[in-house]
T-cell receptor, first 113, second 111 residues
Framework: EAGVAQSPRYKIIEKRQSVAFWCNPI?????LYWYQQILGQGPKLLIQ????????DSQLPKDRFSAERLKGVDSTLKIQPAKLEDSAVYLC???????????FGQGTRLTVV | KQEVTQIPAALSVPEGENLVLNCSFT??????LQWFRQDPGKGLTSLLL?????REQTSGRLNASLDKSSGRSTLYIAASQPGDSATYLC??????????FGKGTSLLVTP
């Protein structure tokens, strides 16, 4: 079974630029999550999708972050404009639904200079 | 706001030792708790998922327990090996969906 795929693995951008990350969850997984992990911290939820609907985006900085999950499969997370404090690893995860095991991708390491 | 705390923050042990990692959570109404390992520069690898109705789960040399009444979970690693060196994260879910994570325990197993 293929795992959660993310791209790119690494990205370096200047502040005020925009960037987009892509995630392809495990086939058949209805729920998709985006987490932000700052160095030395645990992952923090940014947004949760159930199929193509948003379940929780309460911690997403909506003035600069946006996410979509078209057709309930792939998802993209965008930051525009980026700030220095957005430097982090962005992790995508998926699971089959309520109370099931979550699986994570390798993450995208973003550095904002 | 639910909080997850992991103690210790870092641990160094010689190869072969049995060890226990601790995870405490504030919301006793959790649906499940999941343990992960994270290698440097990598994503999270799922180790064990414990449902709220379960007391423990085992996989190989790993055993995780859950005590909802005390708000605690422990991950027991038997006969540790240098390959076990990684950061171990626990995450709990009070909705059955998104996990709320602690900061992790950084484990170093020395040969």
């Amino acid at each position: 079974e293929a795992g959660v795929a993310q791209s790119p693995r690494y990205k370096i951008i200047e502040k005020r630029q925009s960037v987009a990350f892509w995630c392809n969850p495990i086939s058949g997984h209805a729920t998709l999550y985006w987490y932000q992990q700052i160095l030395g911290q645990g992952p923090k939820l940014l947004i949760q999708f159930q199929n193509n609907g948003v379940v929780d985006d309460s911690q997403l900085p909506k003035d600069r972050f946006s996410a979509e999950r078209l057709k309930g499969v792939d998802s993209t997370l965008k930051i525009q404009p980026a700030k220095l404090e957005d430097s982090a690893v962005y992790l995508c995860a998926s699971d089959r639904g309520l109370n099931t095991e979550a699986f994570f991708g390798q993450g995208t390491r973003l550095t904002v200079v | 706001k639910q909080e997850v705390t992991q103690i210790p923050a870092a641990l160094s042990v010689p190869e072969g030792e049995n060890l226990v990692l601790n995870c405490s959570f504030t919301d006793s109404a959790i649906y499940n708790l999941q343990w992960f390992r994270q290698d440097p520069g990598k994503g999270l690898t799922s180790l064990l998922l414990i449902q709220s109705s379960q007391r423990e789960q085992t996989s190989g040399r790993l055993n995780a327990s859950l005590d909802k009444s005390s708000g605690r979970s422990t991950l027991y690693i038997a006969a540790s090996q240098p390959g076990d060196s990684a950061t171990y994260l626990c995450g709990d879910s009070n909705s059955g969906y998104a996990l709320n994570f602690g900061k992790g325990t950084s484990l170093l197993v020395t040969p």
